[in-house]
């Protein structure tokens, strides 16, 4: 119903910055809540950002605030999250998914849409 597509992924030294982004199609783009979350290797998948449709507040995980925000562009029904001052624990595949019934944002097993990923990697 919802499909996915996630860019801006690569590889970038420490310190420094990158753009995700996250194109959506096939139901409204306000409708949604929208999540970034990322998986490490041998970790769990981990929240790191998202819109609330419910109260219209973007929320971040406690690793990444204030270094990465979170935005939207509901004309291009596009999301991004701009990642600055980057370390080597943020290296991780970084997925992009979406809520259509405004439930809670912090987990994850209630986004029923999954974009494919895109490898993240930081340098030291």
């Known amino acids: 119903q919802v499909q996915l597509v996630e860019s801006g992924g690569g590889l970038v030294q420490a310190g420094g910055s990158l753009r995700l982004s996250c194109a959506a199609s096939?139901?409204?783009?306000?409708?949604?809540?929208m999540g970034w979350f990322r998986r490490a290797p041998g970790k769990e998948r981990e929240f790191v950002a998202a819109?609330?449709?419910?109260?219209?507040?973007?929320y971040y995980g406690d690793s990444v605030k204030g270094r990465f925000t979170f935005s939207r562009d509901n004309s291009k029904n596009t999301v991004y999250l701009q990642m600055n001052s980057l370390k080597p624990e943020d290296t991780a595949v970084y997925y992009c998914a979406a809520d259509p019934y405004g439930r809670s944002i912090w987990n994850q097993y209630n986004y029923a849409y999954w974009g494919q990923g895109t490898q993240v990697t930081v340098s030291s």
């Open positions: 819109f609330s449709r419910s109260d219209g507040t973007t």
């Open positions: 096939g139901r409204a783009f306000s409708s949604l809540s």
